[in-house]
């Protein structure tokens, strides 16, 4: 069992920078692709970016060039970085774990193949 707590968001004005955090429980983090994903009022939950446990990072085309992805093993931790955010970044930003391995990344931009989610984290961008 994985329990996943986010941290870091907030409100910024449209052009700041915001890094999000997910610490991770369990002995077993570096074995697991750690994914982010978004939701916004009324709109289904989004691929945001996510990294495999050999560090491979996969963007969705919204965030691609703007936001990074990053692990620390050591602290059970995974970051995301947001850069240049924009108004319709604004949403609730959620962790996800998965202790699967697939050989495409078309896998890990589903929210099917995650077994483990955290509470969420709001982030809103103001224009």
């Known amino acids: 069992q994985v329990q996943l707590v986010e941290s870091g968001g907030g409100l910024v004005q449209a052009g700041g920078s915001l890094r999000l955090s997910c610490a991770a429980s369990?002995?077993?983090?570096?074995?697991?692709?750690m994914g982010w994903f978004r939701q916004a009022p009324g709109k289904e939950r989004e691929f945001v970016s996510a990294i495999k446990s050999g560090g491979t990072t996969i963007f969705g085309d919204s965030v691609k060039g703007r936001f990074t992805i990053s692990r620390d093993n050591a602290k059970n931790t995974v970051y995301l970085q947001m850069n240049s955010l924009k108004p319709e970044d604004t949403a609730v930003y959620y962790c996800?774990?998965?202790?699967?391995?697939?050989?495409?990344?078309?896998?890990?931009?589903?929210?099917?193949?995650?077994?483990?989610w955290g509470q969420g984290t709001q982030v809103t961008v103001s224009s």
């Open positions: 996800a774990a998965t202790s699967s391995t697939y050989f495409s990344s078309v896998y890990y931009t589903k929210t099917t193949e995650y077994d483990y």
């Open positions: 369990g002995r077993t983090f570096a074995s697991y692709a």
